[in-house]
């Protein structure tokens, strides 16, 4: 298969996950990532990769991903997110402030079997904790 077809294959693949997740609909992941995901070198399984973007939900009720850019190498993927949402709840310590903001994430998959098996990732939490904190002073 040549390299565009890939990534072709590889981003239709992400924005239907993206889909799924914007939808909040993390009993649909199934066909998207495997049972034994791994995250960040630790197996989470696709229980606890759901349970950990539903934390996320609980502190943002409208939590989106945009994909912004799409690196694609055989098995592995890389995305660019920047992300939006309302703080309703509580989330890295913070109670809510009602506050919109966003922040970036980047994300590296590897896919097996079709779905995603391991992903290295990170967000700009910090960035995002201090927009929350901001008093506009």
């Known amino acids: 298969m040549d390299h565009s077809t890939r990534r072709s294959e590889v ?3 992400y924005r239907d996950y993206l889909r799924v997740c914007n939808d909040h609909r993390f009993e649909d992941l199934g066909p998207f990532v495997a049972d034994d995901v791994v995250v960040n070198g630790e197996p989470r399984g696709l229980d606890g990769y ?43 310590g913070l109670e809510p402030t009602g506050r919109t903001a966003g922040t970036h994430e980047f994300a590296v998959y590897r896919t097996s079997g079709g779905r995603i098996a391991e992903v290295w990732g990170t967000a700009d939490d910090l960035a995002l904790r201090a927009r929350l904190l901001d008093d506009g002073g």
């Open 50 to 92: 759901g349970a950990a973007l539903r934390s996320v939900i609980r502190g943002f009720p409208d939590y989106h991903w945009d994909l912004r850019h799409l690196v694609v190498d055989d098995e592995w993927f890389a995305a660019h997110l920047a992300t939006t949402g309302t703080h309703r709840g509580p989330l890295l």
């Open 11 to 13: 981003e239709a693949f």
